[in-house]
């Protein structure tokens, strides 16, 4: 191909059906406007309960009627984004850059370590060079029981990681795969690896069972020794145990192809410092990984959340790499899709129309929020450089610095940046990486981004690239709700609120869309109203409509 005809790594297009919605869209507006008439020229009709009760409804209904405007706004445009990923392999080849992978945890009896262990596992089994990928665990539990998961996990990978590769598994994580792929006719060796990962799984749900390690597993890894000096997960120094060193040659699969590197890191915790939940935990991930293999594009994913596509790196690629675009994107968000939703999905907990239909419109209007899990990020944008116009970022160089100092100095070296005071008199937290102090982190980073002038895109093929666990029951859905109805409600009172924060630094429509979700909790209030009121008018006896 001639150096100087550009093919374009990904295309963007416009949603279908745009007029219909638009349409559609007019009617309402025009219904609106109907009834706001009818309830102004009605105004002063009744006694005063029936006055007073007008003026509730008429309030109730101007509320409905703007979010439902700020709801329009974001739907207006929408695009959808196709990357081809055959041009990014025949353009680049094996010049690609290193992604560094982070994946949370927090507590080893809501997150069992089994689970843990087959999201990390799907993450090391991208289709990509192992060389250039590292996983980083943290966990915010600071439970043996999920280091021993993961010392399985890096055993098992070897295994794993070559019998994907070979037979192009997807999903990527061993429990999904076995659970619904049928077995195939002709290969040996799929009994024998569903044996091994059973076999595995059984020794890390029964040491989490007996909440005890093995003596004879206490001895073979020096990492378990860290424990002894543990007072409970939220007083104890940093542990950090380079569980496989992609560096070394010695660290092979059973067909003797390099390995991913793999991380478990603990932070350090005391009851006198706010550990910030998953933002610290995800901070302390990107200093700590910048020391290990500093990869220039960072994905993150929650424990519960797999890959379920073997592509979606190379996918994001084709929006970073993109030689005329993909400089202005700071993060590519893949939709939370679920693989444990009930038959009907009677709460809603998919959120389909937000994710299938307004992210979309996001992305049509400067870029999707950062949800806080599937999300690929450019490093530098996460950790507080500003977009530059004519910057051009290369992605391949920014890779090229393999540390040098043997793995157990690199652990020692590393844990002072993930101590308490690290971040003390540091810009971290306001401008570096991820901001505290909002149930909803994910959200306000993400805007955060945006206004240091970088665009977002969504990304959602047609093969699903992760699956988590949504909350299925009523009181799981509520207490997921109220986090972050209140999260979002605390964000548009703060100094981040979008229409404020986000002046002259994102389009308006952007600032109007992020307000509909600030204001999801402010909506109860009208819907109270309106759910309350007639029925007891009704109950009273007070006419709420004027005879004509
Ligand atoms: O102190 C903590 C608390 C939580 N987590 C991890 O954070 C993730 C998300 O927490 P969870 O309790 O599962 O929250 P959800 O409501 O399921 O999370 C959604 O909403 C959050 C807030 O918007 C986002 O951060 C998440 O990515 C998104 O999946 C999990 O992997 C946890 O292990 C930590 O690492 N440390
Ligand atoms: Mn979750």
Same mark, same amino acid.
């Given at each position: 191909?001639?150096?100087?005809?550009?093919?374009?790594?990904?295309?963007?297009?416009?949603?279908?059906?745009?007029?219909?919605?638009?349409?559609?869209?007019?009617?309402?507006?025009?219904?609106?406007?109907?009834?706001?008439?009818?309830?102004?020229?009605?105004?002063?009709?009744?006694?005063?309960?029936?006055?007073?009760?007008?003026?509730?409804?008429?309030?109730?209904?101007?509320?409905?009627?703007?979010?439902?405007?700020?709801?329009?706004?974001?739907?207006?445009?929408?695009?959808?984004?196709?990357?081809?990923? @055959?041009?990014?392999?025949?353009?680049?080849?094996?010049?690609?850059?290193?992604?560094?992978?982070?994946?949370?945890?927090?507590?080893?009896?809501?997150?069992?370590?089994?689970?843990?262990?087959?999201?990390?596992?799907?993450?090391?089994?991208?289709?990509?060079?192992?060389?250039?990928?590292?996983?980083?665990?943290?966990?915010?539990?600071?439970?043996?029981?999920?280091?021993?998961?993961?010392? $399985?996990?890096?055993?098992?990978?070897?295994?794993?990681?070559?019998?994907?590769?070979?037979?192009?598994?997807?999903?990527?994580?061993?429990?999904?795969?076995?659970?619904?792929?049928?077995?195939?006719?002709?290969?040996?060796?799929?009994?024998?690896?569903?044996?091994?990962?059973?076999?595995?799984?059984?020794?890390?749900?029964?040491?989490?069972?007996?909440? #005890?390690?093995?003596?004879?597993?206490?001895? #073979?890894?020096?990492?378990?020794? $860290?424990?002894?000096?543990?007072?409970?997960?939220?007083?104890?120094?940093?542990?950090?145990?380079?569980?496989?060193?992609?560096?070394?040659?010695?660290?092979?699969?059973?067909?003797?192809?390099?390995?991913?590197?793999?991380?478990?890191?603990?932070?350090?915790?005391?009851? #006198?410092?706010?550990? @910030?939940?998953?933002?610290?935990?995800?901070?302390?991930?990107?200093?700590?990984?910048?020391?290990?293999?500093?990869?220039?594009?960072?994905?993150?994913?929650?424990?519960?959340?797999?890959?379920?596509?073997?592509?979606?790196?190379?996918?994001?690629?084709?929006?970073?790499?993109?030689?005329?675009?993909?400089?202005?994107?700071?993060?590519?968000?893949?939709?939370?899709?679920?693989?444990?939703?009930?038959?009907?999905?009677?709460?809603?907990?998919?959120?389909?129309?937000?994710?299938?239909?307004?992210?979309?419109?996001?992305?049509?209007?400067?870029?999707?929020?950062?949800?806080?899990?599937?999300?690929? @990020?450019?490093? $530098?944008?996460?950790?507080?450089?500003?977009?530059?116009?004519?910057?051009?970022?290369?992605?391949?160089?920014?890779?090229?610095?393999?540390?040098?100092?043997?793995?157990?100095?690199?652990?020692?070296?590393?844990?002072?940046?993930?101590?308490?005071?690290?971040?003390?008199?540091?810009?971290?937290?306001? $401008?570096?990486?991820?901001?505290?102090?909002?149930?909803?982190?994910?959200?306000?980073?993400?805007?955060?981004?945006?206004?240091?002038?970088?665009?977002?895109?969504?990304?959602?093929?047609?093969?699903?690239?992760?699956?988590?666990?949504?909350?299925?029951?009523?009181?799981?859905?509520?207490?997921?709700?109220?986090?972050?109805?209140?999260? @979002?409600? #605390?964000?548009?009172?703060?100094?981040?609120?979008?229409?404020?924060?986000?002046?002259?630094?994102?389009?308006?429509?952007?600032?109007?869309?992020?307000?509909?979700?600030?204001?999801?909790?402010?909506?109860?209030?009208?819907?109270?109203?309106?759910?309350?009121?007639?029925?007891?008018?009704?109950?009273?006896?007070?006419?709420?409509?004027?005879?004509?």
């Amino acid at each position: 191909m001639a150096e100087n005809e550009y093919v374009p790594l990904f295309e963007t297009r416009q949603v279908k059906g745009p007029i219909l919605f638009r349409c559609i869209a007019a009617s309402i507006l025009l219904g609106i406007c109907l009834i706001v008439m009818y309830i102004i020229r009605y105004f002063s009709i009744g006694g005063k309960a029936e006055r007073w009760t007008w003026i509730g409804l008429f309030l109730s209904e101007l509320w409905f009627s703007f979010y439902w405007l700020l709801t329009t706004v974001c739907r207006w445009n929408a695009v959808i984004r196709i990357p081809f990923i @055959h041009r990014l392999s025949q353009r680049f080849g094996k010049e690609l850059p290193g992604i560094d992978i982070f994946v949370c945890t927090a507590d080893p009896l809501l997150e069992p370590p089994s689970m843990v262990v087959n999201t990390v596992l799907s993450m090391m089994a991208y289709d990509y060079p192992p060389e250039k990928l590292s996983v980083y665990l943290s966990d915010d539990g600071g439970s043996n029981l999920t280091f021993y998961a993961m010392l $399985e996990a890096a055993n098992f990978s070897k295994t794993w990681l070559p019998f994907c590769k070979k037979f192009k598994v997807e999903p990527m994580s061993p429990e999904a795969y076995f659970r619904t792929a049928s077995e195939p006719l002709n290969v040996e060796e799929w009994p024998s690896v569903k044996r091994l990962y059973e076999e595995m799984k059984m020794r890390i749900e029964t040491t989490t069972k007996l909440n #005890q390690i093995p003596q004879h597993v206490y001895k #073979q890894h020096k990492g378990f020794r $860290e424990w002894n000096f543990v007072t409970s997960k939220h007083d104890h120094q940093t542990i950090l145990q380079i569980l496989i060193d992609g560096r070394d040659t010695n660290a092979v699969d059973i067909e003797g192809n390099p390995l991913p590197t793999l991380v478990y890191l603990a932070r350090e915790k005391r009851p #006198q410092y706010h550990h @910030h939940f998953k933002a610290g935990a995800m901070n302390a991930l990107i200093r700590i990984s910048s020391r290990i293999s500093n990869a220039p594009i960072i994905l993150n994913v929650d424990c519960d959340m797999y890959s379920n596509n073997s592509e979606s790196i190379k996918y994001s690629l084709c929006i970073f790499m993109d030689e005329e675009k993909g400089d202005e994107f700071g993060y590519v968000q893949f939709p939370q899709s679920f693989d444990n939703l009930t038959k009907n999905d009677i709460y809603g907990c998919s959120f389909r129309v937000i994710q299938k239909l307004e992210v979309k419109g996001l992305d049509a209007n400067g870029g999707p929020c950062f949800i806080g899990t599937g999300c690929f @990020h450019r490093r $530098e944008a996460l950790c507080g450089k500003k977009y530059e116009k004519n910057f051009r970022f290369d992605l391949k160089k920014l890779n090229n610095t393999k540390v040098n100092e043997r793995a157990s100095l690199l652990e020692e070296i590393c844990k002072v940046l993930a101590s308490c005071t690290f971040e003390h008199n540091t810009t971290w937290r306001k $401008e570096m990486g991820l901001i505290y102090g909002f149930p909803v982190e994910d959200i306000v980073t993400g805007l955060s981004v945006q206004c240091r002038g970088w665009k977002s895109v969504f990304l959602d093929p047609e093969r699903d690239g992760f699956f988590g666990v949504a909350p299925i029951t009523l009181l799981q859905l509520l207490v997921q709700h109220k986090r972050w109805t209140e999260g @979002h409600l #605390q964000v548009f009172l703060s100094k981040y609120c979008p229409l404020l924060y986000g002046y002259k630094k994102i389009p308006l429509n952007l600032r109007l869309a992020y307000c509909a979700y600030n204001l999801w909790a402010a909506n109860c209030l009208a819907t109270l109203y309106y759910v309350v009121v007639p029925c007891l008018c009704l109950l009273k006896g007070i006419k709420l409509f004027p005879k004509i």
